[in-house]
């Protein structure tokens, strides 16, 4: 399984730029998902959620919870379930240079701008470095079959970490959203 994440998160790290979410995921094309209808929740492998706040990790969970109930599958606490869920998030600190240069020039031409002139010119430029920090988290959920002991699904996604706290809840719902749309059952309809 550490393998297998050190996969997603390199993958996924590479091409976290931006604002928005960048997401893989793979699943066992043998396995018959519209027959789980059941899952318990594992938890968070390695203790990977004592970086999150308690309200983040709530939030983390509800989202995914919600998620799978829209695709016809309940949380149960019975170790009969049909599916164990278990999650895992890293984060990673990068930094990020961009230039910018800016120029000056001053020029002389000949016969005000008619026919072939005789010029001169000269300018400078600078350029501007700026640095910036930032961190890139990467969200993994995994999908086991419960009697057949083995990983049936795996999505992870990965972005830039937004650290304000207004409108939290609605990026974490969105992330989970996009790193659960592959799942091989899609949401139900709505009644």
């Given at each position: 399984m550490k393998s297998l994440i050190k996969f997603f998160t390199a993958a996924?790290?590479?091409t976290a730029c931006g604002s928005g979410i960048s997401v893989t995921s793979d699943y066992d094309k043998?396995?018959?998902f519209v027959d789980a209808k059941t899952a318990v929740y594992f938890g968070w492998s390695d203790g990977t959620d004592k970086i999150l706040s308690p309200f983040d990790k709530e939030r983390i969970e509800t989202a995914f919870k919600n998620e799978f109930k829209e695709?016809?599958?309940t949380f149960?606490?019975?170790e009969n379930a049909d599916i164990i869920v278990s999650l895992h998030i890293v984060t990673q600190k990068k930094q990020e240079t961009t230039a910018t240069t800016t120029g000056t020039g001053m020029g002389y031409g000949g016969y005000y701008g008619y026919g072939p002139g005789y010029g001169w010119g000269g300018g400078m430029s600078s350029t501007t470095y700026s640095t910036y920090d930032y961190t890139v988290g990467?969200?993994?959920v995994s999908v086991h079959d419960v009697k057949e002991k083995r990983l049936v699904w795996e999505s992870a996604g990965s972005g830039t970490i937004n650290e304000k706290t207004?409108?939290?809840e609605d990026r974490i719902n969105y992330a989970v959203k996009q790193?659960?749309?592959k799942y091989p059952v899609k949401p139900l309809p709505s009644k």
């Open positions: 996924l790290l590479v043998s396995y018959d695709r016809g599958i149960t606490k019975n990467t969200l993994l207004e409108g939290r790193i659960m749309y």
